[in-house]
């Protein structure tokens, strides 16, 4: 129990300092760590993240780097996805839950690692004279990440500020501060919605749920205050390789010839649904390529 208690100031620190990141900690820590079943783990995870992103959003908002009309258009469509994907995780079997989990945290891995270098170049770029918020916004291309991080929050979840932050730097152009405090309104949102989606399916221990939240929010104070004096990119790679390495135990661990004879059962008695699931996702994806080309030819 007391790594437990030490991980969740962890957590809230991450998440008040990065805006997100930290989050993807709470399913492992309550799994392995506490011994809770998958599905409760990430109902637990999202009123802890919930709860954590929401103080942090106040502080934020105090130093005038959150964007609210940004983060509304991209929480609106990230709150029909978390609903529906804290739907879907009635008719996912746990263990497949927290496969889709590792294979999340590998890609957070990778976009912590990747990315930290580029950030480091951008931050350089932000000055007081550039807005924080900006007046004009790419609505579709927000809309359209908004509902796939909200999914990956319901079914799995993690509030997705790995994410969510580098996609409001380049796709709403803001500054990392306003990055980081409007995604932190955004997983608010989010793991709101995504928790209406657990409504029908809720199992969860409310005095540990409520010692590990209050323990996160500390930290997320500590984070907040930590963030105008600590460059988020140097922290990003380190915590990037730790999430590497996380989500390759947790994928070592959970897959086996059980969880592909789950994967074959699921896709068997749900084929249908999966093709029209797979059919319009495979139509956003090339529009998204397509809106993607586009911008990038028009500033050739």
């Known amino acids: 129990m007391f ?12 998440l008040g300092l990065l805006g997100g990141g930290g989050s993807i900690l709470t399913v492992p820590v309550l799994v392995y760590l506490v011994d809770i079943p998958a599905k409760s783990a990430i109902v637990m ?3 802890v993240v919930g709860c954590t992103s929401l103080i942090a959003t106040y502080h934020h908002a105090r130093k005038d780097h959150v964007c609210w009309k940004t983060g ?5 469509a990230g709150m029909l996805g978390a609903f529906l994907g804290g739907r879907l995780t009635a008719y996912i079997p746990g263990a497949l839950l927290l496969v889709l989990l590792g294979v999340v945290m590998l890609i957070a891995a990778f976009s912590m690692i990747l990315k930290n270098s580029k950030q480091s170049k951008d931050t350089s770029a932000d000055s007081s004279d550039t807005p924080t918020c900006p007046l004009e916004l790419p609505v579709l291309a927000i809309l359209f990440d908004g509902f796939f991080l909200g999914i ?10 790995f994410l969510l932050v580098p996609a409001l730097t380049h796709l709403a152009k803001l500054p990392i501060h306003g990055a980081i405090g409007t995604s932190l309104f ?8 995504a928790l209406a989606g657990h409504a029908n399916h809720l199992d969860i221990d409310p005095v540990l749920t409520l010692m590990i939240t209050t323990l996160a929010i500390i930290g997320s104070f500590a984070g907040a205050n930590a963030s105008s004096y600590i460059p988020a990119h140097h922290l990003k790679r380190g915590f990037g ?9 947790l994928l ?25 699931a797979s059919s319009v996702i495979a139509f956003m994806l090339v529009y998204r390529l397509w809106a993607w080309l586009h911008t990038k030819s028009n500033k050739i």
């Open 241 to 249: 390789y730790f999430v590497l390495l996380l989500g390759s135990y």
């Open 152 to 161: 990956v929050t319901g079914l799995v979840g993690v509030g997705g500020g």
């Open 186 to 193: 955004i997983i608010t949102l989010q793991t709101a919605a």
């Open 72 to 76: 509304a258009v991209f929480g609106s």
């Open 3 to 14: 790594l437990a208690s030490f991980f969740a100031i962890i957590i809230g620190f991450l």
């Open 252 to 276: 070592y661990k959970e897959v086996n010839q059980s969880i592909i004879l789950q994967i074959q059962v699921l896709i068997k008695d749900n084929r249908e649904f999966i093709i029209g």
């Open 45 to 47: 995870s999202l009123f």
